[in-house]
């Protein structure tokens, strides 16, 4: 499962912001790519069905998180880049007292993850189709999230590609903005490079303390993927990595 190898085009694209001294252009670099997926039959049923009553779109307002998944003792879980959906879907299912906002941006994904909440009756999971560091900017308020989940991002392999990993420094402090305090985040990868790359940068960030010395041992909630399992038979590795705001 790989959120950064789904959609929106690779080019480095130009952001505007308003400062005190007048318009600065920012350089952003998009970290995904766009890939058109076949979206099955099934699929297809799904994101008309369930998009309505699972989905919500990208605005630039705040969300009210408890109002959207009709509760407000649970906790609210950020999943960022879900793939085909059914990591979240188990996740959801272990754990019926969270809640789950699930960005992705692969429409395939979206409805192959429509297809399993609506097989599985979870109720727990809210899907916001669209780039993540947009939704997070200017959806999520600041201190509202209990968790995040980036499971298996694309690692960019070639050194000048580095560039467009999503784990930078400057994404995990926006990041940290919308924990709360205690609140924690989870990073895993099975490429042992990017798995040190992630931990350094986690560590460098001064709102950030580890859960372990180094890598964490897998938390009970995630589940083990097809594609994860056929990997440990090979003898490939995986890393966690769960950090907590300090």
Same mark, same amino acid.
């Given at each position: 499962?790989?959120?950064?190898?789904?959609?929106?085009?690779?080019?480095?694209?130009?952001?505007?912001?308003?400062?005190?001294?007048?318009?600065?252009?920012?350089?952003?670099?998009?970290?995904?790519?766009?890939?058109?997926?076949? =979206?099955?039959?099934?699929?297809?049923?799904?994101?008309?069905?369930?998009?309505?009553?699972?989905?919500?779109?990208?605005?630039?307002?705040?969300?009210?998180?408890?109002?959207?998944?009709?509760?407000?003792?649970?906790?609210?879980?950020?999943?960022?880049?879900?793939?085909?959906?059914?990591?979240?879907?188990?996740?959801?299912?272990?754990?019926?007292?969270?809640?789950?906002?699930?960005?992705?941006?692969?429409?395939?994904?979206?409805?192959?993850?429509?297809?399993?909440?609506?097989?599985?009756?979870?109720?727990?999971?809210?899907?916001?189709?669209?780039?993540? =560091?947009?939704?997070?900017?200017?959806?999520?308020?600041?201190?509202?999230?209990?968790?995040?989940?980036?499971?298996?991002?694309?690692?960019?392999?070639?050194?000048?590609?580095?560039?467009?990993?999503?784990?930078?420094?400057?994404?995990?402090?926006?990041?940290?903005?919308?924990?709360?305090?205690?609140?924690?985040?989870?990073?895993?990868?099975?490429?042992?490079?990017?798995?040190?790359?992630?931990?350094?940068?986690?560590?460098?960030?001064?709102?950030?303390?580890?859960?372990?010395?180094?890598?964490?041992?897998?938390?009970?909630?995630?589940?083990?993927?097809?594609?994860?399992?056929?990997?440990?038979?090979?003898?490939?590795?995986?890393?966690?990595?769960?950090?907590?705001?300090?």
């Amino acid at each position: 499962m790989s959120f950064m190898t789904t959609s929106i085009p690779t080019e480095e694209v130009l952001t505007q912001s308003t400062a005190k001294d007048g318009d600065l252009r920012n350089r952003r670099i998009r970290s995904f790519v766009l890939r058109q997926g076949r =979206v099955t039959k099934g699929q297809a049923y799904a994101l008309e069905i369930g998009l309505p009553k699972f989905g919500i779109s990208y605005a630039t307002e705040i969300l009210d998180l408890d109002k959207k998944f009709n509760r407000t003792d649970s906790n609210k879980i950020l999943e960022i880049g879900f793939g085909m959906g059914e990591t979240t879907a188990k996740i959801a299912q272990t754990l019926p007292d969270c809640d789950f906002l699930a960005a992705e941006v692969h429409t395939p994904g979206v409805g192959a993850l429509l297809k399993l909440i609506e097989e599985l009756a979870l109720t727990n999971i809210r899907i916001v189709q669209h780039d993540v =560091v947009e939704v997070l900017q200017n959806m999520l308020a600041n201190s509202s999230l209990d968790g995040i989940h980036i499971f298996f991002p694309d690692p960019w392999h070639k050194k000048r590609h580095h560039k467009r990993r999503l784990i930078q420094a400057e994404f995990v402090k926006l990041l940290c903005t919308k924990l709360k305090v205690g609140a924690y985040l989870h990073v895993a990868t099975d490429w042992q490079e990017y798995a040190e790359w992630v931990l350094e940068v986690l560590s460098a960030e001064s709102q950030l303390k580890n859960t372990a010395e180094t890598y964490a041992e897998k938390p009970s909630y995630r589940p083990l993927t097809k594609f994860e399992n056929r990997g440990i038979k090979l003898g490939h590795g995986v890393w966690d990595m769960v950090f907590t705001k300090k």
